[in-house]
C-alpha cells in the first residue's frame, strides 16, 4: 500500500499530510499512557509485517494488519502507523518522507473508520465478534486499496489502470488479513478481553 517518492501530485501530498497530521493529532489526544505499550506493540508489528512487499507499479502489495491496529487502538492507529512508516522511510527507503502523510491515511483512516463500525461488536456473541472481526480485517484492506486509488487517479488520469490493479491483487490480502484479525480477536476475547477496546470513544 505504500505509495513512491515522485509519483504524487503537491495538492495530493498537502491532503495527505493536514489529515494526517488532524489524525494524529485526535489519536494522540485519545491514546492513554497505559496504551503506550500496545501502541508500540502494534507499530512493529505493522513495520514488520508490511517490510515483506511485492512491487505493483508506483504501490506495493503486503499485509498491513491495519484492522486489527484499529481495533487494538482505535485513533491511536494514527500515531501508531505513523511511527512505523516513519523509520521504513528512514532506514529501509519504503514508501518515502514526502509520502508519509498520504501513506499515513491510506492505512490509518480506514483503520479508524472500521474501529468506529465494528468495535462495539467484539464483545458481543462469538459469532457476531468473529464476523465483526474478519469485516474489520478485510475491509480495512479494501478502503486502503481504494484510497491509493484515489490518490494516484487524483494526480493523474493515466493511473486509473494501475489504480484497478492494486486494488484487485490486494484481494488474496484482504481475505488474509480477514481471517487473522479474526483469529487474534478470538484469541485476545479468552485471554484479554480489555485489549480489545470495544466501544466508541
Known amino acids: 500500500m505504500h505509495i513512491s517518492e515522485g509519483v504524487l501530485s503537491g495538492p495530493v501530498l498537502l491532503a495527505g499530510a493536514a489529515l494526517a497530521a488532524v ?23 505493522f513495520f514488520v509485517a508490511s517490510l515483506v512487499h511485492v512491487p505493483i507499479g508506483p504501490s506495493n502489495a503486503h499485509l ?37 502523510g498520504v501513506n499515513t491515511v491510506i492505512m490509518a483512516l480506514p483503520a479508524t473508520f472500521c474501529y468506529l463500525i465494528f468495535g462495539r461488536f467484539v464483545h458481543k456473541n462469538s459469532r457476531a465478534a468473529v464476523i465483526a472481526a474478519f469485516a474489520c480485517g478485510f475491509l480495512s484492506v479494501l478502503l486502503s486499496g481504494l484510497l491509493v486509488a484515489l490518490s494516484l487517479i487524483f494526480t493523474d488520469d493515466n493511473f486509473l489502470e494501475v489504480s484497478g490493479i492494486i486494488v484487485v491483487a490486494h484481494v488474496p490480502v484482504m481475505i488474509i488479513e480477514g481471517i487473522v484479525t479474526a483469529i487474534c480477536a478470538a484469541f485476545l476475547r479468552k485471554v484479554k478481553p480489555e485489549m480489545l477496546l470495544g466501544t466508541l470513544d
Not at 484492522?67 to 527507503?93: N, T
Open 64 to 100: 498491513i494488519l491495519n484492522g486489527l491496529v484499529g481495533l487494538l487502538l482505535g485513533w491511536g492507529a494514527f500515531p501508531a502507523i505513523l511511527v512505523a512508516l516513519v523509520l521504513q522511510a528512514v532506514f529501509f527507503q519504503f514508501g518515502g518522507i514526502t509520502t508519509l
Open 23 to 45: 489524525g494524529t493529532g485526535i489519536g494522540l489526544k485519545k491514546l492513554d499512557y497505559d496504551q503506550i505499550a500496545k501502541a508500540g506493540m502494534l507499530s512493529a508489528a
